[in-house]
C-alpha cells in the first residue's frame, strides 16, 4: 500500500466533513457523529495547529496519491511537548482491509525522519480493539487506561531511543 500524507487546507473541508458526520466512524472517538458546527470548529482548529506547525498537523490521507481514505495526525502531545501524538480516522468503507496499519506506518515514519527522539503516544477508547491492535502491530504498548473528563481512555506509546 502506497500511503501519502497531504496537509488540510481552508479548500478540505467538504472532504473532511463527512467523516466527521458518521455515527459509526465517530463512535470511538466521540460516540457519535458530531453536528456540522462541531465540524467546522474543529477543521478551523486543524487549520491553526496547521498554519503554526511546519512539519506537524493534521493531513489527508490517500491512497496510491489519489484515493481519500481518511485522515490522520501527528502532533506535539498536550500534556508534554517531549512527546508525540498519533490519531488517525479512517473512512468506513476501508475498515479491515490494512490502511489502520499502512496509515499508522506512514505517520511513524514521518515521526522517524522529523523528530527520531521524542516518543509517540496513541489515545484510544479502549472499546477500540481494531485501533488498539493497530497500535500494537506498530509496537505500541499500554501505558494507562482508566478515564478522562468522564471518558473511558487507554494510551498506549511507542518508545523511542533516547
Request: with cysteine; aromatic share 12%; charged share 25%.
Amino acid at each position: 500500500m502506497n500511503i501519502t500524507l497531504v496537509k488540510y487546507t481552508s479548500d478540505d473541508f467538504d472532504l473532511f466533513k463527512p467523516l466527521l458526520l458518521d455515527d459509526e466512524i465517530m463512535k470511538y472517538i466521540t460516540g457519535k457523529g458530531w453536528t456540522e458546527v462541531q465540524v467546522k470548529e474543529k477543521f478551523e482548529a486543524i487549520l491553526e495547529v496547521n498554519r503554526n506547525e511546519d512539519d506537524l498537523g493534521y493531513f489527508k490521507v490517500f491512497d496510491n496519491g489519489n484515493l481519500y481514505i481518511g485522515y490522520c495526525k501527528l502532533a506535539y502531545s498536550s500534556n508534554d511537548c517531549n512527546v508525540l501524538e498519533i490519531g488517525y480516522v479512517i473512512n468506513k468503507e476501508f475498515w479491515g482491509k490494512g490502511y489502520g496499519c499502512a496509515v499508522g506506518q506512514a505517520v511513524i515514519d514521518t515521526a522517524n525522519r522529523l523528530f527520531p527522539q521524542l516518543d509517540i503516544i496513541g489515545i484510544i477508547d479502549p472499546h477500540n480493539l481494531a485501533s488498539k491492535k493497530i497500535l500494537e502491530k506498530l509496537g505500541f504498548k499500554t501505558y494507562f487506561k482508566g478515564f478522562e473528563e468522564g471518558l473511558p481512555i487507554e494510551k498506549l506509546m511507542l518508545k523511542r531511543l533516547h
